[in-house]
């Protein structure tokens, strides 16, 4: 079956620490990958997406950056975290999906990160 | 510049009713357009989605209508029932391009 797995599923983090959150996929192959992230009170915001290894498109210029080293994992990552990058982030991925087909974005179950 | 747009911040129906729910866009080149369900400290479920080539889907009590000339589409739950409580996402998506933008949510609260 086609899993989706994102951890850790919380984290506080004090400013100016660096951050790892990972996202992998199960059941399938050559997914096209996305990271969210959802402020509080807020839409989902797209941050990047990979269509592949090693292809990462940005969408909002901040201090977060991202990674896919393998198929089917992607890494959202920063530096030195600020107040503002604290929220809900949200791994996605699209393609050959058992449900609904290959247009539908499916979400893991979040990661809610809280930087003091 | 806000792409997808859900301008009902909230909404409350009685058990038994008609749920609608509202999104509108403004991008041309979206094709694909879908309708996820969210609870507080979860992932988005998918619900059901739509392409630009039909103006109507339906997967039992949820329907979703797609008016391409006014840019617009709404998702239908009929009946409402309590377990549909929850903040209801449109997202629209230009499929050349793999990306999926989202509107800001409508909060439904079903009254039992």
């Known amino acids: 079956s086609q899993t989706i797995h994102q951890w850790p599923a919380t984290l506080v983090q004090p400013v100016g620490s660096p951050l790892s959150l990972e996202c992998t996929v199960e059941?399938?192959?050559?997914?096209?990958l996305y990271w969210y992230r959802q402020a509080a009170g807020r839409g989902l915001q797209l941050l990047f997406y990979?269509?592949?290894?090693?292809?990462i498109s940005s969408e909002v210029p901040q201090n977060l950056s991202a990674s896919r080293p393998q198929d089917r994992q992607f890494i959202l990552s920063s530096k030195k975290l600020l107040l503002s990058d604290s929220g809900f982030y949200l791994c996605?991925?699209?393609?050959?999906?058992?449900?609904?087909?290959?247009?539908?974005?499916?979400f893991g179950a979040g990661s809610r990160l809280t930087v003091l | 510049d806000q792409q997808v747009k859900q301008n009902s911040p909230s909404l409350s129906v009685q058990e038994g009713r008609i749920s609608i729910l509202n999104c509108d866009y403004t991008?041309?080149?979206?094709?694909?357009f879908l309708w996820y369900k969210k609870y507080p400290a979860e992932g988005p479920t998918f619900l059901i989605s739509?392409?630009?080539?039909?103006d109507k889907n339906e997967d039992g009590r949820f329907t979703v209508f797609l008016n391409k000339s006014a840019k617009h589409l709404s998702l239908h739950i009929v009946p409402s029932q309590p377990g549909d409580s929850a903040v209801y996402f449109c997202?629209?998506?230009?499929?050349?391009?793999?990306?999926?933008?989202f509107g800001t949510g409508t909060r439904l609260k079903v009254l039992a």
């Open positions: 059941g399938t192959s050559n997914p096209n």
């Open positions: 997202a629209a998506s230009d499929t050349g391009t793999y990306k999926y933008i």
């Open positions: 991008n041309s080149m979206f094709d694909y």
């Open positions: 739509i392409s630009s080539i039909k």
């Open positions: 996605a991925w699209s393609g050959s999906q058992e449900r609904g087909g290959a247009n539908v974005l499916t």
């Open positions: 990979s269509v592949g290894i090693g292809q």
